[in-house]
């Protein structure tokens, strides 16, 4: 077992952190739950039509699923990654996505943080996520350094939870401040 040295460690900051990333065209549209699934159809074929990358995030496993049965019903080649997959399955799935082989990832948070994947063109937010720390970190799948040039976010808001975090987040972008409450998730799951 090897120990670091803390004084080797060398510490870099930014003032934009937890900030929404300026350079990444980001939509929001509102949704009924009805049309939720038939607008993920529409937007994935207009990016697949383009030969473009995309991963759309779901909040639960169970809707993560769901999304890949959908897509894949209606001729849309999609493989899904979450945690409730074995390790060495999820790996083949997120392996055949980042190669090429499928251009649809449906996913959990378990992918919003940590992989290269700067081929990705669109994040769609089939949930809008439940917290701005898990916001930013799936906007951050794209505008990756050497990765695509024209990359987009689009969230699909269709509860109030939702419209109360796009918000702060909103609110956040207009003043140009940091997003209030990130840090939550990163104590909840350090508390995990």
Excluded: W
């Amino acid at each position: 077992c090897a120990v670091m040295d803390t004084d080797d460690v060398l510490k870099v900051s930014t003032d934009n952190i937890h900030r929404v990333l300026f350079h990444i065209p980001q939509k929001f549209m509102r949704v009924s739950k009805s049309k939720k699934a038939e607008k993920l159809l529409e937007l994935v074929e207009t990016n697949l039509s383009r030969n473009q990358k995309i991963i759309v995030f779901s909040n639960n496993s169970k809707t993560s699923d769901f999304v890949q049965m959908f897509l894949n019903e209606n001729n849309v080649e999609c493989v899904n990654f979450n945690g409730d997959q074995h390790y060495k399955y999820r790996r083949d799935k997120l392996d055949r996505f980042i190669t090429g082989e499928v251009n649809v990832l449906s996913c959990t948070y378990r992918i919003s943080r940590g992989i290269d994947t700067s081929s990705v063109s669109h994040v769609i937010n089939y949930d809008f996520p439940l917290n701005p720390a898990d916001y930013i970190h799936r906007v951050g799948r794209v505008g990756r350094v050497n990765g695509v040039k024209d990359g987009r976010v689009t969230s699909l808001v269709d509860t109030m939870a939702g419209v109360r975090v796009l918000q702060n987040i909103e609110t956040s972008v207009r003043k140009n401040s940091e997003i209030k409450n990130v840090n939550n998730n990163i104590i909840r799951i350090i508390q995990q």
